[in-house]
Structure formats: structure tokens, C-alpha cells
């Protein structure tokens, strides 16, 4: 038996085992030195009696010791408080330094302390091609092997020999290298280990950094528990703004009583404490009754009688909380605080890794939906802009929808255009609506994003109609310095939110494809050299004029008949004429009802506020018939402002165009003709 060994089995011997060893001997002495054969077998019965009490003291000292198989350092000089209160004891560590950049100077002065130690230079007395040292040599193979006298052989005589001779000399030296045995210095013990767990590969989660830190601290809580008697093993996230403590990772024996709640407020619980506080506890003594309260993540009592608990600190500020609970009353002391120590450093630089890699995989996800957005410029289509905007949203975000919604040419009405998924959409791609209540028209209406947590029931955010489960509702105008083109609306799925760097990049996305809209726009304003409405396609003013000029001298050149039609809609008390933007949306609503009944050599325009059309080949008479028939269609039909209906009537005033005549003079004599249908209303005058 060694001395260590020999140690360790004295060790287990304490003073009150006298009483045992005694009664072994006197038996022992009894039935060797009486004769008598009733009393050797009192003696041997004594003698049992101790063995058994002996052996059953030393087995319960022996359960109870742990043997390790490997020495920690010593653990720091730890400052402990001990408070005692009804709850538990807690001993709280008081100089405790658990940033990541911390340096243990201790360790060092002991480096610099320790001698140097000399090495010296062993002369190589092989050659540098041969592959074996000589380590002892016996006398007598050196008596025996003394070297020949030397021959003199010419080298033009036999280069044959010389050779042969060498490549004996190597062949003996690779025999004798090859009969070489190594003396055996150390024990060999082999250990028969499951394999599994050493051959588990890291699993690949390129784009995923939160699995992978998962990954890692699911790792280091299984190897907490496999080397110390502990139940469950957990890390906990804590966030200050909020005052919440999560349950970010476990690993236990006791599955069924840990709280599937994994978001708690902070309060009086231990780990809460911790984490304000910055510094390790050890709990013992632990109340049953107080169980709850102390430890949040159980949902029953489970005779936790000891506890644990490290914060986790990044950049000076507390971020975690990492836990381990036993059954059994002190099973933590200041070596384990120092074990923890290192596991919380580990996890805090695992966070610093998993928040640098997390930000480079988004930066590549928002330069990838950049570049594709960039792409569209040289297709000049809206429509596509619009796609690529919703498909990217909804890939880089955890929504339930994604809208993008255009005002259409009246700015009242907004059309649903592109739709992210339409299994579960809530309303169709081309649905037409009109809603001033909704949070929607709010956006457009101040030019300004409105982002929703789990938003009201009694709220509208884009039409009556939607679901209105729980989730983010993000909207965000498209608009720009000249004008609104629509929102994208993003709606999140149950329990998720965006913080404010997501709606950053979303705004600025967004802002990009209003810019190319924009641009789409001009494009079309610089081909039709902006004598149109890229919109209406109304001509303007000028246009209109020179149209005018035109159209009177060819029919002095050509003689033929042609009219000038000027079309203003009726203004009621119950209509707020006023209001530029229902102006527009008249005009607009009027100019729609004219598109079927034109010909192709008809010309329409704006002119002073109302609607001017030149009606190429048509005297006075065809084209009161013509206007007969548009004053009957527009009064049919009805149009909904701010959600009430309107009949619309429209007063028209038509002169025939005057061979040789200018175009002041035809535009006062429409005008003449206008203003006696406005008197009457609903008419259709000719000038004469």
C-alpha cells in the first residue's frame, strides 16, 4: 500500500472508533488466552459484534466522502459575509471580479517567483541521418569491439568494396535500432468510456449564432453537473431595462418541476438579488417554505437545501445569472465559486463572440436586401420594387404579414399591391378600400412610422376585417420630399417585437425603394416631356393651349368641324369645396368616367380648374349629344369621401372652334357656355 493510500485509509479513523477496536481485541484476547470453550465463545461473539460496528461506522464515512481524481488550484482569497435569516444562510462573496478582462496578478508574481531553470546543451555525437541515440554501452562490447588497423586502399583499385562495407554498417545499425526495447517507466491502465459523447459532432449553424450559443451553454451546465453533486444547472439572462429575469438554458434531473415560465420579473428572489447586487451567494439551509420564493424556477417545492449562484458580467454590467441547486445541505463552498468563476468568464465571452457574429450575419442580410432593392432601379418598375420590399421583410423578420399599400390616383383610396403570404393574408393583392380611421391613414396622413406592441382589439390598422391577434403592427409611410406614394405595413407574429436597430434599418429600406419610385416617376415625366400627368394623364395648361392652337388651324387648313368641351362639377353645402384634396379627387373621379367614351384623336387636359376636351372631328351638335351622355353616366354613379356617398353632378359648357380664330378666343367662349350650366346645374350649354 503506498503512503497516499495509506493516508487516506487513516484518514478515515476518528477518535470514537476506540470503543469498536477495543471490544475486537478483548474478544480476541478472551478466546485466545481462555480455556474454557462457553467463554472463547463469548469472546468470539465480542469480537463480531465490534467488526460489525466498526465496519458500519467506516461505510458511512466512506459514502459520504467524494474522491477526486484531479487537484484545483487553491481557490482566491474570497471576503464572505454570512447572513442568517429565516429563508436560508447566505454567504455572500464580497470581492468578487467576474469581468472577462480581469487578470489574476496573484498567478503571475508566482510565474516570475519560480528559479529558472538552466538546460544544458547535450553534444549529438550521431550523425544527423541516423535515427537512433545510444543510451548505454557495456565495457565489454567495447573491448571487443576495438577498431581494425587502417587499410590503405586505392580508390581507383575497388569503389565497389567501399560501398558494399557501407551499406553493411547501415544494415547493423537498423538491426540493432529495430532490437532496441525502451525501458518501461510508467503504468498503463486502460479505461473502457463510452464514445458517444467524445464523437458528438459541434452541429453547423452558419447564420444561426443564438443555436450555437445555445449550444455552448447546454455544454457547460451538463459539464457543471458531471463534475459536481448537483441537481440542475441553469443560466439566466437578465435585462435591467425591463427588470426581467429569463431562463435562457438548463440541464436537471427534475424536469417536471421546473417552471415553464421562462420570462420572470425581478424581485426578491435570489437570482434577482445576484444580479443587482454583482455578486456570488451560496444558500444552505434553505427553508422549504421559502423554496418558491428563493429559487423562481421550480413551480413545487423539491428539497432544494443548497444553492449557488455566479453573475455573469460584460462590460462591467451584470447579464446573467448562472445557477446550480442540491438536495444536499453544503454542498457548495468558495472552491466551487471559483470553479463557477471561470464557466461565468467563458459564457461572457461567448456573449461577446455570439453578439459580434450576430451583427456581422444581420449587416450581411441588410447589405443583401440593399443590393436587391438597388437592383430594381434599372427595371423601371415600381411593381417589382414593391415585391422586393414585402419578400424581404418577411424573410429577414419574424412576421405573420407583410403589406405594401399605394394611394391610388384620387390620394383617398389605398390599393393592396404586394402581399407576403396569401395563405393567411387578410386581404387580397388589388383590394381597394377607404378607411380615414385606421392607424394606416394615420402614417400617411403625418408622414410618419407608427410602431404598435400588441396593439388595442378596438384599434384598426389597415381595414376592418383583420385579425386581430397579439404581435407588433409596424407601418411606415413611402414618401419623400415631393410626394407619398403608400406604407408597407409588417405585422409580427404572437410574442416577438422589433427593436429600434430593426426599425432603423426598416425605415432607411424603405426610404431607399420611395427614392426609386420617385425616380420611376420623373423618368416617366422626362419621356412624355412633361406636358402630362404621369398619373392622370391629363395635359397641362400649356399643352392644352398649344393642343388648342393646333386643332383651329387645322381646321382652317383642312375644313373640317371641331369642339372645345369644358366639364366642372357641381359644388354643394354638403361638399367643402375648400378642400384642395376633394377637389382632386372629383376632378380625378370625373376624368375616370371620360376614358371609355374618347377616341383616340381626343385630347383632355386641365384648364383653370376644370376638365377641357377637344373633341377632334365633331361639331356643336355631336358633342352636346356626346356630353349628354357623360353628364348621365357621372350622375349614376356614386363616390365615397372619408366614408359617405356622393352623387356628383357636372355642368358643361361646349363652343364649335372658329376657322382663323385664337385660342383666347375659343377658351372665353367654352368658358361663357360653362358658366350658364352652372347656373342651372346638371346642364349642357353651347355657346352661340
Known amino acids: 500500500m503506498s503512503n497516499n493510500k495509506f493516508k487516506e485509509f487513516k484518514s478515515l479513523f476518528i477518535p470514537s472508533d476506540i470503543m469498536p477496536i477495543s471490544m475486537i481485541l478483548i474478544g480476541i484476547i478472551i478466546s485466545l488466552f481462555i480455556s474454557e470453550i462457553a467463554i472463547k465463545l463469548i469472546g468470539v461473539s465480542i469480537s463480531i459484534l465490534g467488526v460489525v460496528v466498526l465496519l458500519m461506522k467506516l461505510t458511512t464515512r466512506m459514502s459520504s466522502s467524494v474522491e ?61 541521418e541516423e535515427g537512433f541515440r545510444i543510451l548505454k554501452k557495456d565495457k565489454k562490447d567495447v573491448t571487443e569491439n576495438k577498431p581494425e588497423e587502417e587499410k590503405i586502399i586505392p580508390v581507383e583499385n575497388n569503389k565497389e568494396e567501399i560501398n558494399k562495407n557501407q551499406n553493411k554498417e547501415v544494415e ?49 451546465l451538463m459539464a457543471i453537473r458531471s463534475v459536481s453533486n448537483t441537481r440542475t444547472a441553469a443560466y439566466f439572462f437578465y435585462n435591467e431595462h425591463k427588470n426581467e429575469i429569463i431562463l435562457n438554458s438548463f440541464a436537471t434531473e427534475s424536469k417536471t418541476v421546473i417552471n415553464k415560465k421562462s420570462k420572470f420579473v425581478a424581485g426578491n428572489d435570489i437570482i434577482s438579488q445576484i444580479a443587482r447586487s454583482m455578486k456570488p451567494e451560496i444558500l444552505t439551509d434553505i427553508n422549504p417554505a421559502a423554496e418558491l420564493d428563493l429559487l423562481p424556477y421550480y413551480s413545487s417545492n ?8 455566479i453573475p455573469v458580467i460584460y462590460d462591467k454590467n451584470v447579464i446573467g445569472v448562472l445557477t446550480a441547486d442540491s438536495k444536499h445541505s453544503d454542498a457548495y463552498d468558495t472552491v466551487m465559486v471559483n470553479f463557477l468563476s471561470h464557466f461565468a468568464k467563458l459564457i461572457s465571452g461567448l456573449i461577446r463572440s455570439y453578439s459580434d457574429k450576430y451583427d456581422l450575419a444581420q449587416d450581411s442580410k441588410y ?37 405594401s399599400i399605394l394611394l391610388d390616383d384620387s390620394k383617398t383610396n389605398y390599393i393592396i399591391k404586394s402581399v407576403a403570404k396569401t395563405e393567411n393574408a387578410d386581404f387580397e393583392r388589388d383590394f381597394v378600400f377607404n378607411n380615414d380611421n385606421s392607424i394606416l391613414s394615420e402614417c400617411i396622413d403625418t408622414k410618419e412610422d407608427i410602431y ?42 404572437d410574442g416577438t417585437n422589433l427593436d429600434r436597430n430593426e426599425r432603423e434599418f426598416i425605415k432607411s429600406l424603405v426610404s431607399k425603394a420611395s427614392n426609386i419610385i420617385e425616380n420611376n416617376h ?46 366642372s362639377f357641381d359644388k354643394y353645402k354638403s361638399i367643402d369645396d375648400q378642400d384642395e384634396r376633394i377637389n382632386d379627387t372629383i376632378l380625378k373621379f370625373i376624368n375616370n368616367s371620360l376614358d371609355s367614351t374618347l377616341d383616340k384623336l381626343d385630347l383632355k387636359g386641365v384648364l383653370d380648374n376644370n376638365l377641357i376636351i377637344i373633341l377632334s372631328g365633331k361639331n356643336a351638335q355631336s358633342s ?65
Not at 407588433?472 to 407574429?493: L, N, Q, R, W
Not at 416631356?529 to 386643332?551: A, Q, V
Open 68 to 128: 477526486t481524481k484531479f487537484k484545483s488550484n487553491p481557490p482566491p482569497n474570497f471576503k464572505i459575509t454570512v447572513k442568517k435569516s429565516p429563508e436560508a444562510v447566505r454567504q455572500v462573496i464580497e470581492n468578487y471580479s467576474g469581468d472577462i478582462e480581469d487578470k489574476e496578478t496573484k498567478s503571475e508574481k508566482e510565474d516570475s517567483q519560480q528559479p529558472i531553470e538552466v538546460k544544458k546543451t547535450v553534444k549529438n555525437t550521431m550523425g544527423d
Open 172 to 220: 547493423t545499425k537498423i538491426t540493432n535500432a529495430s532490437n532496441f526495447k525502451t525501458p518501461n517507466r510508467f503504468r498503463k491502465r486502460e479505461i473502457n468510456i463510452p464514445t458517444q459523447g467524445l464523437l458528438e459532432e459541434m452541429p453547423i449553424l452558419k447564420e444561426q449564432p443564438d443555436k450555437e450559443f445555445e449550444f455552448f451553454i447546454n455544454r457547460i
Open 452 to 493: 404598435l406592441l400588441n396593439p388595442d382589439s378596438d384599434l384598426i390598422r389597415i381595414n376592418v376585417g383583420e385579425d386581430m391577434s397579439s404581435g407588433f403592427f409596424y407601418v411606415i409611410p413611402m414618401s419623400t420630399d415631393i410626394d407619398t406614394y403608400g406604407a408597407i405595413a409588417i405585422e409580427g407574429k
Open 522 to 567: 420623373l423618368i416617366e415625366m422626362i419621356k412624355t416631356g412633361f406636358d402630362k400627368d404621369p398619373e392622370s394623364g391629363l395635359l397641362t395648361e400649356k399643352s392644352i393651349e398649344n393642343e388648342i392652337e393646333k386643332e383651329i388651324s387645322r381646321i382652317t387648313n383642312f375644313n373640317y368641324s371641331s369642339s372645345l368641351v369644358s366639364i
Open 302 to 309: 423539491s428539497g432544494t437545501n443548497s444553492f449557488i449562484g
Open 624 to 688: 352636346k349629344l356626346w356630353a349628354e351622355r357623360i353628364r348621365n353616366k357621372i350622375a349614376s354613379e356614386s363616390l365615397y369621401l372619408a366614408d359617405k356617398r356622393y352623387n356628383i353632378t357636372v355642368s358643361v359648357g361646349i363652343c364649335e372652334l372658329e376657322r382663323n380664330s385664337s385660342c383666347n378666343n375659343s377658351i372665353q367662349n367654352v368658358n361663357d357656355a360653362l358658366e350658364v350650366s352652372k347656373e342651372k346645374t346638371n346642364t349642357v350649354s353651347v355657346y352661340s
Open 367 to 403: 447589405l443583401r436586401a440593399f443590393n436587391q432593392i438597388e437592383e430594381t432601379i434599372h427595371s423601371h418598375s415600381n411593381n417589382l420594387v414593391y415585391d422586393e420590399l414585402v419578400n424581404n421583410f418577411d424573410k429577414l423578420f419574424n412576421s405573420r404579414n407583410v403589406y
